[in-house]
């Protein structure tokens, strides 16, 4: 019972507090504070988002195809890029400093340069998403990786395991957890990453939408589009939390002890 | 049948002797304790035996065959039980099974008829955090059986346990080994521990560590906590302690 209350109060609290900021702009919205110009009150967003249902789901479809397959790059990538440098530590020293170097990169300025390499379609916007995501799954993935158990290490020498048994059987599944750390950072990124890319020259996504609603003036659509990008982001990010929940099942067990030597 | 020659072993961390010239054999079927102070080198030794460190100077054999730096040749169980965490108690007893190229069903058909034995029936589709302290030692030792039935080194493995549970493995091990028949050579700094299991004690000398003593222990078998109050083991326990000093 105590556990069940626990549970609606884990829901309920921040849900209560949602309303209560939407209300509290709403009204200040009605009462003439807030011009509707500099910020929509709620009502009018949830107007321009339902007149606008069928466009923002064709936008959101692009973003969302962007989103999972720079996503989905950034997580081979990263697979093989820390595979590779645990297995020939001076290959890390060379590329550990350009990976964080990577990440600092002002995605604004180089992505003309992306596209003159890429071309116009989805394919630049795709690499400007793995640009994003690649880094917080490789730093987490190559940190999970150095840092397996020495001792274990040990017993696997003494048992005479392969490298690649070793890989398998002890690095990789002890890493996961720091894995699905950086998968959930990047999973939360990607959709952002992907509407910037859209920002800066696309003929179709979310990016397109809300800039084009901008440029009209029409906030309400922007916030619209908002909306529509942040519930995408909580989608990707709980398809990752559940995929964690599966792959890493043991860790979501009940710490029960059995009182038996 | 199988046999460890350990001779002239030393080595020596950048800085400090862990030991010298250490020679000694366990017979095949003995069950031999090196007893020790805490950092008297008595893991490293272990490590040496089963190959994975390469000693300064010296040779280990299994029977005739030369075995320095050469591991998998022997089991060996670290002082933690190091079961992996994300598999359950059956994957990780058929680890060694596993790292050997056989398939996952044909290693749990393997581990499957010693769980009674090692007291780990009902327990097998568990994962290592659900289990007692006491039963993952167990699950671990019978992983190090798999790997060599024949040769075991034991690294204080009850040592992290608490007093209780630590005797009644300690008397379940003595039962299992009439069984198993396999040699044990264990490394412990608990004099008691040494003398219940043993057949042989080597007490090691402090650092850089040399044999001050063998004690044969000829206690009745199969032997059991209560022998710990006899005038014998304590007239063992009393030679112990003074060869430690």
């Given amino acids: ?261 | 049948m199988k046999r460890i020659r350990v001779e002239n072993v030393s080595h020596s961390f950048p800085e400090t002797e862990v030991f010298r010239d250490l020679s000694f054999s366990v017979d095949s079927r003995e069950f031999v304790s090196i007893l020790g102070q805490s950092g008297c080198g008595k893991s490293t030794l272990l490590h040496v035996i089963s190959g994975v460190i390469a000693p300064d100077s010296g040779r280990v054999f299994l029977d005739e065959e030369d075995i320095t730096s050469r591991p998998g040749l022997v089991s060996y169980m670290p002082q933690n039980d190091l079961l992996l965490p994300w598999k359950t108690v059956l994957r990780n007893i058929g680890l060694p099974l596993s790292l050997k190229g056989r398939k996952a069903r044909e290693a749990a058909a393997a581990v499957e008829p010693y769980l009674a034995l090692f007291g780990l029936e009902g327990f097998e589709h568990r994962y290592p955090a659900q289990l007692s302290g006491g039963m993952r030692q167990r699950a671990a030792l019978l992983r190090t059986y798999l790997h060599r039935t024949d040769i075991m080194l034991l690294d204080e493995p009850f040592g992290a346990l608490d007093a209780i549970t630590r005797e009644r493995l300690q008397e379940w091990l003595t039962r299992l080994l009439e069984t198993l028949r396999t040699t044990v050579l264990l490394v412990t700094h608990d004099i008691d521990e040494a003398i219940l299991l043993s057949d042989r004690i080597i007490v090691l000398s402090p650092r850089p560590a040399r044999i001050a003593e063998i004690l044969p222990v000829d206690l009745p078998r199969p032997r059991n906590g209560e022998q710990k109050l006899s005038p014998e083991f304590l007239k063992l326990k009393k030679r112990a302690l003074h060869a430690l000093e």
């Fill in chain 1, 1 to 261: 019972m105590k556990k069940k209350s626990g549970n609606i109060s884990k829901w309920l609290i921040p849900l209560a507090a949602g309303l209560a900021f939407v209300l509290i702009w709403q009204l200040a919205g009605g009462a003439g504070l807030v011009s509707p110009y500099i910020l929509p009150p709620p009502l009018r967003v949830a107007a321009s988002l339902a007149e606008d249902v069928p466009l923002l789901v064709q936008h959101a479809a692009v973003t969302f195809v962007t989103s999972v397959a720079g996503l989905a790059a950034a997580v081979a990538l990263a697979l093989l890029m820390c595979l590779a440098m645990d297995l020939w530590p001076a290959f890390k020293k060379a590329v550990y400093p350009y990976m964080v170097i990577s990440q600092t990169i002002p995605i604004i300025f180089i992505y003309p340069v992306i596209m003159m390499g890429l071309g116009f379609g989805l394919a630049p916007k795709i690499a400007v998403v793995t640009l994003v995501c690649f880094f917080p799954i490789g730093v987490n993935l190559s940190d999970g990786l150095a840092q397996t158990d020495p001792e274990l290490l040990l017993l696997f020498r003494s048992m005479k395991a392969s490298r690649w048994k070793t890989i398998l059987l002890l690095k990789l599944p002890g890493a996961l957890p720091a894995f699905f750390s950086g998968l959930k950072i990047a999973a939360a990124y990607s959709v952002i990453g992907a509407v910037i890319s859209e920002w800066l020259g696309a003929q179709a996504g979310l990016g397109v939408y809300m800039i084009r609603a901008s440029k009209s003036f029409v906030l309400s659509r922007v916030f619209a589009g908002i909306l529509v990008v942040v519930a995408l982001s909580l989608g990707l990010f709980a398809v990752v939390l559940a995929a964690e929940r599966v792959f890493l099942s043991w860790k979501f067990i009940t710490n029960h002890k059995e009182n038996k030597s």
